[in-house]
């Protein structure tokens, strides 16, 4: 029944009452009834002001005859000198207004009609729509008030108002049910809502994650048919939500309990005199059970005959709710066409409207925590629900910190509630938390050791803790140890039976989790476990909620860092950011000057990653062959950006950018200094610079200060980034500084080069002296030309099946485009002026005459350390190689320096040389001079092999170079 039906239809006596209650709750005073008439005073606080409320029933229009409602107006005015009000329960029109008016000159008539009135009540009297079911209402009104009572996060320390916030928050699930399509017998998937789900005829099953609202569902169904009760004329309703723990303590007689709560309003107070039958033949009775899940077989099957017969004898139709597939409890139903719903995952809309909700419309924080649960992939790893996006809410609101600062919080909080709930099996009731726990803890770091995590056989995870308990003292009262672990099973919903066979974690997060909590209270002296194994993602989610149980571990990070600077290889790197980026956050409460260091060695693992990327590039590999420099430069940028964007890592990142500004500032400054560090310090800045800028750190004074920095700004590369930078934090916020900035660069003259990066293929930029952002290496390398540095990097990486060079490598130019001996040597001498700010400088010749003549021209400061193939400068850490020729074709070791024709590409097998047309004869029986015309295809090409028998003579330079260092290399031959 809709409101205008309820107006219509209620009686004089009801009516009159009802506006009583109404003008009293405007402010009026001394209200009374005079036939049709209300009379009652307004008070204020210089006068009291009588008013006359004339009620009239007919349908007022411009055709209703006005003689006799005007008389009785004026008679009305006449007794009391009130101001006069009409109120209609119909439409009031204009021209019956005009008509009474113009009968009327000497005072005001004022109407209320229809739809003022309906407002009226709404604010005054909302409960007039309700139906007239007194025992109803108030059971009604006890049903709500104990909805609102129940929640599981008033186990959790969490104040109440928040709580309060949270409950009155609905997002309606997403509900799916499979049907069977009746011509093809073929299985749909069908779109389901609540009104589906009650409109349903039949019992149902609801089938959920723990926390995936399943309760708060039945809760709201339960309302929605009260609110039903109120709209239309057929049987009311009476929803009746039941609790596990309340099945238990009835001693799963569901009749009894059912009873219990029908008492109060329909028995006095008194389960004898609840007559179920009689009252399921006046209402329709909605059982809502949550849930039976933690109950042995036996007892559920016990449950469901009594609800199957409930509803077969007396139309009792119930909803059971369960973490399991629904399809079991359908069967054990044994009722033709029930159907069980799946509460689906919340989607990216529900979410966004859950966290909207939680923040009053907050657009700021809304976005800003959406944002985080996105770039740090956590709607990825989280099962998302209603309850976990509650606990991240709470947290998010308390500290301003955004996941995965808190995610170990978050966790510890959805352990409490999930394993702390009451126990409703008698076997297992009294089972400590902390045992509880135990297990799954144990048992998530065996799954964790196991290869591909493989999870046991159900009959092996009890044979396992019963082996593992065998002699130890257990906090069991009555029960069994295989009657907890089958509790845990089948019902946290942390674990589950997989194919009816595997114990399985329901999501990995859990198996990361409670291996962390194994290590955090038992296995800390292992630690070095997490550290060794970080880059593995499992494991390196193990190590951040490891961090996150203390948040202040300096040891631990300096370890972690430790072991991110060992790293080698471009999976590593980008698992490396990642995992610095989130543990950084888990340890907001570490010494800042120790993250500091982190977030510096992430900085070096992105311009490593670089390099790995424009190899591949380079190689024409993979997906990266068509992408141009800037591009490459900006893939790793962007990953460290969303990494390291958080508020947590505010002052880590300012510290960082302090110190490198100062690096820079040295080397600008100081005139013996590698000035060819600046693109690689200029990288790292603007990158720092870039993620304090962003919206959830703003601290915008390094990046202002930054893009005006000339030695930046005349670097095509990095000025590319920092407009890009502008262009990603913000178009319009940026664009008079783009603006400004460009016409800066202008000014610098590089257009040219500027197109060329943009315009050009990899494969003529790099090792060019446009490709100058490098990874930042205590060890360089010079060489004569291009190809050798081509060759020698992919020799190093194919020898070692795949590692980064620990050295940089680059050839030693005059005019940028080709290289030679003797500017080898003039690198070479203008290197010893920063040679301190390197680990060794070492110059590679060919074992060539030109070569060999430069290796003995300078002996001057040198001392020969190997004969004829290695001298070290008398005062610095300067290295000179003649290329080490092998003993298998020592035939080029020849006494006359002009007969000396060994190259780089020498190396290669002389068939394979042949084959490729690489060499030529000479007059030398025997011996073979390089094409050099071709080396530049050669090299191309030979850099897509990966076979290390085509390297090996390598393999002699690089001990070499190895010795030098005093490094210990791995090669795979």
């Given at each position: 029944m809709d409101k205008i039906e309820k107006l219509a239809s209620i009686n004089k006596s009801e009516y009159i009452k009802a506006l009583v209650q109404v003008i009293e709750k405007e402010g009026f005073i001394d209200v009374k009834v005079d036939s049709n008439t209300i009379v009652a005073t307004l008070k204020s606080m210089l006068s009291e002001t009588p008013h006359c409320f004339i009620l009239l029933d007919q349908r007022l229009s411009g055709t209703t005859d006005t003689e006799e409602i005007v008389n009785n107006i004026v008679k009305m005015q006449n007794k009391y000198s009130a101001n006069t009000t009409i109120i209609s329960k119909s439409y009031i029109s204009k021209g019956f207004k005009d008509r009474v008016n113009d009968?009327?000159?000497?005072?005001?008539?004022?109407?209320?009609?229809?739809?003022?009135?309906?407002?009226?009540?709404?604010?005054?009297?909302?409960?007039f729509w309700k139906h007239n079911d007194i025992k109803l209402l108030q059971y009604e009104k006890d049903y709500k008030n104990e909805m609102t009572k129940d929640n599981e996060l008033k186990q959790l320390n969490i104040p109440n108002e928040k709580i309060q916030k949270l409950v009155s928050i609905y997002i309606e699930p997403q509900l799916s049910t499979y049907t069977e399509d009746m011509k093809t017998h073929t299985p749909t998937k069908k779109r389901a809502t609540l009104t589906d789900v009650i409109d349903d005829g039949k019992p149902l099953v609801i089938s959920g994650l723990s926390g995936s609202g399943k309760s708060t569902l039945f809760k709201h169904a339960g309302e929605e048919l009260i609110l039903r009760n109120t709209s239309d004329h057929a049987k009311k309703r009476i929803p009746v939500y039941i609790t596990a723990m309340e099945i238990q303590n009835y001693n799963h007689e569901i009749n009894e309990l059912l009873k219990s709560k029908l008492a109060i309003r329909f028995g006095d107070g008194d389960t004898k005199k609840v007559d179920l039958q009689s009252i399921s033949q006046n209402y329709n009775i909605h059982l809502f059970v949550d849930s039976i899940d933690e109950f042995e077989e036996d007892k559920q099957t016990y449950?469901?005959?009594?609800?199957?017969?409930?509803?077969?004898?007396?139309?009792?139709?119930?909803?059971?709710?369960?973490?399991?597939?629904?399809?079991?409890?359908?069967?054990?139903?044994?009722?033709?066409?029930?159907?069980s719903y799946d509460i689906n995952r919340f989607n990216s809309d529900q979410i966004r409207r859950f966290i909207s909700t939680f923040f009053s419309g907050d657009e700021f924080k809304t976005d800003n925590l959406l944002n985080a649960l996105r770039e740090?992939?956590?709607?990825?790893?989280?099962?998302?629900?209603?309850?976990?996006?509650?606990?991240?809410?709470?947290?998010?609101?308390?500290?301003?910190?955004?996941?995965?600062?808190?995610?170990?919080?978050?966790?510890?909080?959805?352990?409490?509630?999930?394993?702390?709930?009451?126990?409703?099996?008698s076997k297992v009731e009294f089972i400590d938390i902390a045992f509880k726990e135990r297990i799954l803890s144990l048992y998530a770091t065996l799954l964790m050791n196991r290869p591909g995590h493989m999870p046991l056989t159900k009959e092996e995870f009890i044979q396992h803790f019963v082996d593992y308990f065998q002699g130890k003292t257990l906090p069991i009262k009555d029960a069994q140890l295989e009657d907890v672990l089958e509790y845990l099973i089948r019902n946290t919903g942390i674990l589950y039976l997989k194919e009816h066979k595997w114990v399985s974690f329901s999501h990995d997060s859990y198996m990361e989790y409670y291996t962390a909590v194994e290590y955090f209270k038992f296995k800390q002296k292992d630690e070095q476990e997490l550290i060794d194994n970080f880059t593995d993602l499992n494991w390196q989610n193990v190590a951040i909620f490891y961090a996150g149980k203390a948040k202040d571990m300096p040891h631990f990070t300096e370890q972690i860092n430790k072991k991110l600077k060992s790293l080698k290889r471009w999976d590593e790197y980008i698992s490396g950011i990642q995992g610095a980026g989130y543990l950084l956050q888990a340890l907001y409460m570490t010494d800042n000057q120790i993250r500091k260091d982190v977030v510096l060695t992430a900085l070096d693992l992105v311009l490593e990653s670089n390099e790995i990327i424009k190899k591949m590039a380079f190689d024409k590999k993979n997906l990266f062959k068509h992408f141009r420099l800037p591009i490459l430069h900006l893939l790793n940028f962007v990953h460290f950006f969303e990494m390291f964007n958080s508020i947590t890592l505010k002052v880590p990142l300012q510290l960082s950018y302090a110190e490198l500004m100062e690096q820079l500032k040295k080397i600008i400054e100081t005139d013996n200094s590698d000035k060819a560090k600046i693109p690689m310090l200029g990288y790292k800045l603007l990158e720092v610079a870039v993620t304090l800028q962003s919206d959830r750190i703003r601290d915008n004074q390094p990046f202002e200060t930054l893009v005006w920095n000339t030695e930046i700004l005349k670097n095509p590369s990095l000025y590319l980034l920092a407009d890009f930078s502008l262009a990603m934090l913000g178009k319009e916020k940026f664009k008079q500084l783009r603006i400004d900035l460009k016409k800066e660069y202008r000014k610098q003259s590089l257009s040219t080069a500027l197109q060329k990066i943009i315009e050009d293929p990899l494969t003529k930029i790099r090792f060019s002296v446009l490709d100058n952002i490098h990874a930042d290496r205590k060890v360089k390398i010079l060489v004569e030309g291009k190809t050798d540095v081509m060759l020698i990097e992919h020799a190093f990486v194919v020898l070692t099946?795949?590692?980064?060079?620990?050295?940089?490598?680059?050839?030693?130019?005059?005019?940028?485009?080709?290289?030679?001996?003797?500017?080898?040597?003039?690198?070479?001498?203008?290197?010893?002026?920063?040679?301190?700010?390197?680990?060794?400088?070492?110059?590679?010749?060919?074992?060539?005459?030109?070569?060999?003549?430069?290796?003995?021209?300078?002996?001057?400061?040198?001392?020969?350390?190997?004969?004829?193939?290695?001298?070290?400068?008398?005062?610095?850490?300067?290295?000179?190689?003649?290329?080490?020729?092998?003993?298998?074709?020592?035939?080029?070791?020849?006494?006359?320096?002009?007969?000396?024709?060994?190259?780089?590409?020498?190396?290669?097998?002389?068939?394979?040389?042949?084959?490729?047309?690489?060499?030529?004869?000479?007059?030398?029986?025997?011996?073979?001079?390089?094409?050099?015309?071709?080396?530049?295809?050669?090299?191309k090409e030979v850099c897509k092999s990966t076979d290390p028998e085509l390297f090996k003579y390598f393999k002699d330079l690089f001990d070499i170079i190895d010795k030098i260092t005093k490094t210990n290399i791995d090669y795979i031959i």
């Open positions: 009968s009327i000159k000497n005072f005001k008539v004022n109407y209320i009609d229809r739809d003022a009135l309906i407002a009226l009540m709404d604010k005054n009297f909302p409960d449950i469901i005959k009594q609800l199957r017969n409930d509803f077969n004898n007396k139309g009792i139709k119930f909803y059971i709710g369960t973490r399991e597939s629904g399809d079991r409890f359908l069967e054990l139903m044994e009722i033709k066409n029930s159907q740090n992939k956590i709607i990825e790893k989280l099962p998302i629900t209603p309850l976990t996006l509650s606990l991240i809410s709470i947290l998010y609101e308390e500290t301003d910190f955004e996941i995965p600062a808190t995610i170990a919080d978050i966790y510890d909080n959805f352990n409490s509630l999930i394993i702390g709930k009451a126990v409703v099996s099946d795949g590692q980064n060079p620990y050295w940089n490598i680059q050839m030693a130019t005059e005019h940028g485009d080709t290289g030679s001996s003797q500017a080898l040597s003039k690198t070479l001498e203008i290197s010893l002026s920063f040679a301190d700010d390197y680990d060794a400088i070492i110059a590679i010749y060919d074992h060539d005459n030109a070569g060999i003549s430069e290796y003995k021209r300078l002996e001057k400061d040198y001392d020969e350390i190997i004969p004829n193939t290695l001298k070290k400068h008398k005062n610095a850490n300067v290295y000179i190689i003649c290329l080490p020729v092998p003993g298998e074709v020592d035939k080029y070791l020849r006494t006359k320096q002009e007969f000396n024709f060994f190259e780089i590409e020498h190396y290669f097998p002389e068939q394979y040389l042949k084959e490729k047309d690489m060499i030529k004869e000479l007059d030398i029986p025997g011996l073979y001079e390089i094409k050099t015309k071709k080396k530049t295809e050669f090299a």
